[in-house]
Nanobody, 115 residues
Framework: QVQLVESGGGLVQPGGSLRLSCVAS????????MRWYRQAPGKERELVAT????????VYADSLKGRCAIFRDNAKNTVYLQMNSLKPEDTAMYYC????????WGQGTQVTVSS
């Protein structure tokens, strides 16, 4: 079955960096646009980054533009989100998603930015 497993979250100080990973299985990963979302307590889920299936197109939310990069390794069925210069407002649960694939959500990985 379709499975997405995120990892790499944790507690980081403001200004720090994290690299999130999402390993996919159960579908043809290389054929799907992949997205990272985040959701903070009491807030709506926010799309933060998108990468097309072959990696040629990337789109970022204004809130993270210039501070993050999405990339993928289709040979490893993995999509990454590198986040730099983290701010307390980046604190959220981060999820990966295969665009337009029903049920293709991971369990999330928690990112907490705090001193």
């Amino acid at each position: 079955q379709v499975q997405l497993v995120e990892s790499g979250g944790g507690l980081v100080q403001p200004g720090g960096s994290l690299r999130l990973s999402c390993v996919a299985s159960g579908f043809s990963f290389s054929m799907y646009t992949m997205r990272w979302y985040r959701q903070a307590p009491g807030k709506e889920r926010e799309l933060v980054a998108t990468m097309s299936s072959a990696g040629g197109v990337t789109v970022y939310a204004d809130s993270l533009k210039g501070r993050c990069a999405i990339f993928r390794d289709n040979a490893k069925n993995t999509v990454y989100l590198q986040m730099n210069s983290l701010k307390p407002e980046d604190t959220a649960m981060y999820y990966c998603n295969a665009f337009a694939l029903p049920g293709a959500w991971g369990q999330g990985t928690q990112v907490t930015v705090s001193s």
